[in-house]
């Protein structure tokens, strides 16, 4: 049976760690019972294989990815090793007025810290589209660009392998003209030159020990170039597989195999 809510032994943890607010935003059954997934079934459990955590990305619920969790699972994994919350509405706020905010960042880094602590070993993260720059801005830490918010130091040494797929790393192609609100603003948005972007991107190799990005020459909804720069290969990254003719959907749902190399092996085949 494929569980999309913590397990009890997992939510358990996190009421006792962190309290029941903090389990809350992360589990998000505010939005239904199918907005998480992850945990041990009980404290016999243990993983085997290091954690792995899926960030989706705009206006998808972390469910989008039941068909990479599925994946997973039917290679070995199991729900102690393979974690996911959602971060926004899931769709309510329309496409256009999406940006990265200091809440969802924080959400995510929460998700991190917290499987890190609960599962004992080193994580792996797996973003998707715009949930690679908030994962990133997660893992730097430092200051939210909108709030002001301390969130704290970088989680590198937490972080074993970090795959971009079809990342939203340096904008967006939408966005070449800069829109006060929403997706596209200067400030928390994908314009190539937002505040949020510069800041994950004026540092490199921080997101883990290894790190690699998945991405297309047809991407039809961040794009491939953007302000003369390529939008999603993470600079200073361990590697790369670039994909001619996906679609920004085929990339993510196209490449569970390479996604999952890239975790166990470091390589893409």
Same mark, same amino acid.
């Given at each position: 049976?494929?569980?999309?809510?913590?397990?009890?032994?997992?939510?358990?943890?996190?009421?006792?760690?962190?309290?029941?607010?903090?389990?809350?935003?992360?589990?998000?059954?505010?939005?239904?019972?199918?907005?998480?997934?992850?945990?041990?079934?009980?404290?016999?459990?243990?993983?085997?294989?290091?954690?792995?955590?899926?960030?989706?990305?705009?206006?998808?619920?972390?469910?989008?990815?039941?068909?990479?969790?599925?994946?997973?699972?039917?290679?070995?994994?199991?729900?102690?090793?393979?974690?996911?919350?959602?971060?926004?509405?899931?769709?309510?706020?329309?496409?256009?007025?999406?940006?990265?905010?200091?809440?969802?960042?924080?959400?995510?880094?929460?998700?991190?810290?917290?499987?890190?602590?609960?599962?004992?070993?080193?994580?792996?993260?797996?973003?998707?589209?715009?949930?690679?720059?908030?994962?990133?801005?997660?893992?730097?830490?430092?200051?939210?660009?909108?709030?002001?918010?301390?969130?704290?130091?970088?989680?590198?040494?937490?972080?074993?392998?970090?795959?971009?797929?079809?990342?939203?790393?340096?904008?967006?192609? %939408?966005?070449?003209?800069?829109?006060?609100?929403?997706?596209?603003?200067?400030?928390?948005?994908?314009?190539?030159?937002?505040?949020?972007?510069?800041?994950?991107?004026?540092?490199?190799?921080?997101?883990?020990?290894?790190?690699?990005?998945?991405?297309?020459?047809?991407?039809?909804?961040?794009?491939?170039?953007?302000?003369?720069?390529?939008?999603?290969?993470?600079?200073?990254?361990?590697?790369?597989?670039?994909?001619?003719? %996906?679609?920004?959907?085929?990339?993510?749902?196209?490449?569970?195999?390479?996604?999952?190399?890239?975790?166990?092996?470091?390589?893409?085949?």
């Amino acid at each position: 049976m494929i569980r999309t809510e913590f397990t009890p032994h997992f939510r358990k943890f996190l009421h006792e760690s962190y309290g029941v607010s903090m389990a809350g935003s992360l589990e998000r059954t505010d939005l239904g019972m199918d907005a998480s997934f992850g945990g041990m079934q009980n404290s016999n459990d243990k993983p085997s294989k290091q954690a792995v955590i899926l960030v989706h990305g705009i206006t998808n619920k972390i469910t989008r990815f039941m068909p990479m969790v599925n994946f997973l699972y039917s290679q070995g994994y199991k729900s102690a090793e393979v974690y996911g919350t959602t971060w926004g509405d899931a769709g309510v706020t329309p496409l256009g007025l999406v940006d990265m905010k200091c809440s969802y960042v924080k959400q995510i880094r929460s998700l991190i810290i917290a499987v890190r602590q609960y599962t004992g070993t080193q994580v792996d993260v797996i973003a998707y589209s715009m949930g690679s720059p908030i994962a990133r801005k997660a893992i730097l830490g430092g200051q939210c660009v909108d709030t002001r918010e301390i969130l704290g130091p970088p989680l590198t040494e937490l972080i074993d392998t970090f795959v971009s797929v079809a990342g939203a790393n340096y904008g967006s192609a %939408l966005c070449f003209v800069p829109i006060p609100i929403g997706t596209c603003n200067r400030r928390t948005g994908l314009h190539c030159e937002s505040a949020f972007l510069q800041d994950i991107n004026n540092q490199a190799r921080y997101e883990g020990s290894f790190v690699y990005s998945i991405f297309s020459t047809a991407d039809d909804k961040v794009g491939f170039r953007t302000c003369g720069v390529p939008v999603s290969p993470i600079k200073g990254g361990t590697g790369y597989v670039k994909k001619d003719g %996906l679609n920004h959907d085929q990339v993510m749902d196209n490449t569970h195999h390479l996604q999952m190399n890239f975790i166990t092996k470091h390589l893409p085949k």
